[in-house]
Each structure stands twice: as structure tokens, then as C-alpha cells.
């Protein structure tokens, strides 16, 4: 192959030099599309050259050319020799695709630190063929430096794993270029960078709990009387009374449905004298921090009504990223002589995109309805544990229902180089255990919710949290035993008077 269509040099050194008798006087070069043919160019050339340029040609890409030297001697007589053929290559070859892996597709992570690998194709010339593929490494993807590794020839090979010592959470780029029969050399294509991550998740320590204002959280504002206000139970004709009232709830948006503060008494109320009897949806927006994580916390109860639609009650909370139903039970069969109201806590995360955060409560019937009171809003503290081997990361809140009982577990993980890619969980009366929920997929979530059915009336509960990273490294995590207490409380004696006699 030659690179110019208009310049060609034809050598011939030793070829003749065997020819004993009747020695050459000079000799024939020519040019020609078959060999032997001189209809392209020809010459006459000294005997004491081996080598003659021809000029100003007007060769074609694609096409074969021969070239043949004729030893003339003085009888006129030649002995000819033809070139197996040659063509002209303009082109450079034309860049293919690589990829970080030795498979054709790509990764964003790698546990590997001892090799880097890549492939690529696609690559290919119109004019000749590729003889052999060049790759280096850089640790950044504009530019031409190699500063990690330098252009290697790797022959014909279309993969390779680069042997060096490469440093965890660094981000490295493969380039391949191709090299042509004419020895031209094709645009270096830069394959999609890779992480290094050698490390599995690690613990994150919860520091502190900062409380963030939630105006008339406990719902004590302009909260109303109910008609028999003496009477703990509250009837569907006393709601309708305060439906018609028409009140307002301070600092929360009533979206829709109804909803109105009323007074129930401290013996009733979460906390405080009054609570929020919500047949629809409201919303309070806070002031929130970009990429930090809150906590939300409040207390729902199914209503004190005398003739309750439903023994079953629900609500949904919703914040960004968070979208979460509950389910409340009164085990009160005869709520109208008990008049009772049973609260349960419940405890939601989520993590702010926006300087303002709007959250939302709402009933899963606007029917049935449910009470909320002391709803209260923490950010959370967190730094990287200092040792992962004594750290609990995953907090459990666990709540009783009947004869079963509801975990919710969260867990303070992280990955600075290839973040939580997925996780297990699973919830066992021993540390480890899976007796009440195997381990379950929930994505890379930092948080789920379980029902768990107790055999005993009373158990002990443990977490474990399986993590997986981009990497595919995983480290296994165990919270610390949480009580749930399906039991009735104990009373030992009974004093009519003072606290020293009866």
C-alpha cells in the first residue's frame, strides 16, 4: 500500500544480481494495471541505481497497480521482474466503538484493582485493511495524554485487560486507535470512563436528630368544642356539627376532603388537649435543606365515634421521594362504651431536592376517616462511621396491631465511589435470623415496612440489612433488638387513698 496517489517508488536492489553473462546496460521501469504493462508510467534508469520515484501520477484508490523492472543488455535482450501489486490508500480507517469490559457492553464500576479491561469494534478501513490496534488509559476523558497508561500495540487482539496497579475510587478511560496496512492511523475513541471501588458499603453513625418547626403540630390552635363536650365519645351528628362550623386548621392547607382541630381532652389527645380529625387531605410546607434527609414522625388513631363505618382505618403520607399507606386496627369492639382512642406511632424518611418541602397527610377513606396528633419533622445528623464493626446503622420503630406487630426499619448507608445499589432485609427473633421475613429486595432503598405475625405475645425483633454496591461488593448489617409488646400491662395492687394507706 502507498499513502499518494501522485508519487511512487519502485526499488529493485539484488534482484539481478545473479545474471553472470551479458550483463545489464541499463534498466526498464514501468507502471502498469496488469504486470509487465507500462500504460501507466515507464522509465529508463541507470544501472547503477536500484531505485527510480516516479512523479506527477495519477493513481486511483482502489484500484491494483504492478510494478516491473526490465534488465536490458546489449543484445537488447531483458529479464523482468514484476511486484506482486499495490494499492493506494487516501484513507485513514474509520473509528469503531469501545466499551470497558472484555464483553460488549459497559459497567460503571469495577472491584478489580490488579487489571483494567476493554473492548471494542467497528473499526474498519475502506481502502486496505487494519493490521493492528493501539490502546492506552487516562484518567480523564477530553484531551490526548495517556497519563495512566501508555499506548500499547496489542496486535489484531479486540480486547485486553491491562495489567498495573490501579488505584481504588479513581475513574479511568480506555482508547483504542487502529493502524491501517499504510500504516495510517485512525481518531483515538475514548470509551465511557469506569470507577474503581474495592471497599463494600459502609455505616453511617446518626449523630443527632435536630428538630425543624412544624407550625401547630400538635393541632392545639383554634381547635374546636365539640356540642357534648363532657362526653368522651364523639357521635356522627357532633361531626356534622363541625363540619357546618366550617373552621379553618392554622398553618395547614386543607387540599380536600374535611378536616378540623378538635378538643378531645388530654385522656384523648396524643398530646396535649386537642387532635385532628381528618376526612380528606392537608399539607404544610417547611423549609428544607437540598440532598438532606428528615425524618417524619406522627400519631394516627382510628376516631372515638359511637357508630364507626369501618373497624379499619388508614391514611397516606407524602413528601418528595416518599409516597407511604398505613393501616390502624381499634381493637375496641365496643368503641361506644369504651371510648378510646388507640395511637400509633408512625415514622416515615425522606430526603429534600428543594429549599421547601411540602408534606401531606391524608385519610385512605374520606368515610371512615382517622385522628392524627404530634406531628413532628427531624433533620438527621449523620458522618461516616469511624468503625464499621461497631456501628448500628439501621434504626427500627416497631408498632403492635392485634396480634401481629409492624417494623419499620432505616438504615444509614453509603458508598462514596459507586453508591448502594441494592438491598436485602429481613426480620428474625435472633441477631441474623429471617424467622419473621426472609431476606426481601426493596432496590437500593434506606428504608422498609413489615408486618410480622409473633407467635408469643411478645418477641424481641432483630434487623439485618443486606448492601450491595455498584461494585457488587456486599456487607451484611444488624440493628440492635427492638421490643414489641403484644401484652396487656400488669396491675399489682390498687391504693383508695394516698400513696403510703389505704
Known sequence: FITTPDIATVGWRGKFSQIKEAPPLFYRVSLGNEPGMNDIAEAIVSLNKSAHTFYELKLQPGCRYFSTVTAVNENGLGTSVSSDGFLVDLKSPKPGVVYNRLSLTDARYSRELSELSCSWHGFFDEESFIQSYETCVATKRDGKDCDAFKWTDVKFRQSVSLQSSWRHGQVYFNRVRAIDAANRTSEAVTGPGIILDATPPLAVERLDLKPISIKNGNFEEAAQLLRNSSEAIISHSDLIQLWNANASIPYWDIQEGRAISVQVGASLAADGESTLMLFGRVSQTVATKPTCRYRLQLFASPLPVADPLSAMAGGLVTAPGLRRAFRLYDDDANTSKGG?????????????????????????????????????????????????????PIHVDTVAARDSGYVHASWDLQDEESGISSVHWAVGTVRGGTQLLPFTYVGPASEATAEVRLVHGSSSVHVSVLAKNGAGLVRLFHSQPSLIDLTPPVIEYVTDGNLTAD
Open 340 to 392: 378510646k382512642m388507640h395511637w400509633h406511632r408512625q415514622v416515615f424518611y425522606f430526603t429534600a431536592n428543594a429549599a421547601e418541602s411540602e408534606i401531606s397527610i391524608q385519610s385512605l377513606s374520606h368515610h371512615t376517616g382517622l385522628a392524627i396528633d404530634l406531628v413532628s419533622l427531624d433533620l438527621i445528623d449523620t458522618k461516616a462511621a469511624a468503625s464499621n464493626l461497631s456501628t448500628n
